[in-house]
């Protein structure tokens, strides 16, 4: 089975900021989806930005911007500009491209606090 | 309704009783999920429905949990005779059609589920 690692239980950040969460996976598949989810004190999670390993350029939605390396096994999240919003766990999470491949798997999670 | 939906959003329930938590999956989609949360920790993968398809019930940890979906739609979490280590939050989670594509998941609140 595939795994993510998430190897930054707890990070911080000053508001305005930049700070990047770091994720390692490992497959054997050539062909996968990699996706950011946050998880606020609210519970509910929310997807961030996703990554289509067959695409080199790395995805980036507003102020969050991934780091995607393949050969590495390497998928960090970058937040710019951090909002107090931000605070909350954040998780990676691999999926198999492939039709057989129906789980997602998440790694343990990191969580972030924006300091004012 | 517009997302995923999960009740009870809390149970408190004792030792030896079974419990039923629902999830209502947004309308058209054909793939749904079940995740246990302990506190602090990543998300524990259960249970996977696909449309017709028999159901992934490889992450289920004993035969006291079982789910069943009906009509496609709404699906059941049922916990017979309780333990303390059952105390978790229970995530559904549902994804549009096109297993393949890398959609992503979308997460109902969760139900925290407590026992006594």
């Known amino acids: 089975a595939q795994t993510v690692t998430q190897s930054q239980p707890e990070m911080s950040v000053q508001e305005a900021e930049t700070v990047t969460l770091s994720c390692t996976y490992d497959?054997?598949?050539?062909?996968?989806?990699l996706f950011w989810y946050k998880q606020p004190p609210s519970r509910q999670m929310i997807l961030v930005i996703r990554q289509e390993a067959y695409k080199q350029q790395n995805a980036t939605e507003n102020r969050f911007s991934v780091n995607f390396q393949k050969a590495a096994k390497s998928f960090s999240l970058k937040i710019s500009d951090s909002q107090l919003g931000d605070a909350a766990m954040y998780f990676c999470?691999?999926?198999?491209?492939?039709?057989?491949?129906?789980?997602?798997?998440f790694g343990t999670g990191t969580s972030l606090t924006v300091i004012p | 309704g517009a997302g995923v939906s999960q009740s009870p959003s809390n149970k408190v329930t004792e030792k030896g009783k079974d419990v039923e938590l629902r999830c209502d999956p947004i309308s058209g989609h054909t793939a749904l999920y079940w995740y246990r949360q302990s506190l602090g920790q990543g998300l524990e993968f259960l249970i996977y429905?696909?449309?017709?398809?028999?159901?992934?019930k490889s992450g289920l940890p004993s035969d006291r949990f079982s789910a069943e979906r009906t009509g496609g739609s709404v699906s059941t979490l049922t916990i017979q005779r309780t333990q303390q280590e059952d105390s978790a939050v229970y995530l559904c989670a549902s994804s549009s059609p096109g297993q393949a594509s890398g959609q992503p998941q979308h997460f109902g609140d969760g139900t925290r589920l407590s026992i006594l």
């Open positions: 497959t054997s598949e050539s062909d996968y989806y």
């Open positions: 999470a691999y999926r198999s491209a492939s039709p057989y491949g129906n789980q997602f798997y």
């Open positions: 429905f696909q449309g017709n398809s028999a159901p992934d």
